[in-house]
């Protein structure tokens, strides 16, 4: 089992930037990939970012390319969203995943096998 913990969500002016973290516990010794999808009100959970564990390699959705910066903390254990440039389209519940196999795409949820609880990131206009 592995456990996700996520932090650093807020309250940010359009513009602004905040950074998301993901604690990982449990056993995290042979997960693949982390991944950091978002949820807004009445709307489907959608894909942000996707990290490999050895933080070797990351992709982004289009919406966030270019603001957004996945990376790994391998002190932490953990996973970081750093986010710049923060809209009010960026508005959500920020949610972190972790995967053991790199089967599928990591923009796929149903591919993730751990979810944390949340973190709220409300961008005011």
């Known amino acids: 089992q592995v456990q996700l913990v996520e932090s650093g969500g807020g309250l940010v002016q359009d513009g602004g930037s905040l950074r998301l973290s993901c604690a990982a516990s449990?056993?995290?010794?042979?997960?693949?990939?982390m991944g950091w999808f978002r949820q807004a009100p009445g709307k489907e959970r959608e894909f942000v970012a996707h990290?490999?564990?050895?933080?070797?390699?990351?992709s982004y959705a289009d919406s966030v390319k270019g603001r957004f910066t996945a990376s790994r903390d391998n002190i932490r254990n953990a996973v970081h969203l750093q986010m710049i440039g923060l809209k009010p389209e960026d508005t959500a519940v920020y949610y972190c995943?972790?995967?053991?196999?790199?089967?599928?795409?990591?923009?796929?949820?149903?591919?993730?096998?751990?979810w944390g609880q949340g973190t709220q990131v409300t961008v005011s206009s």
């Open positions: 995943g972790a995967r053991r196999s790199a089967y599928g795409s990591g923009s796929y949820g149903p591919s993730y096998d751990y």
């Open positions: 449990g056993r995290t010794f042979d997960l693949y990939a």
């Open positions: 990290i490999t564990w050895s933080g070797s390699s990351a």
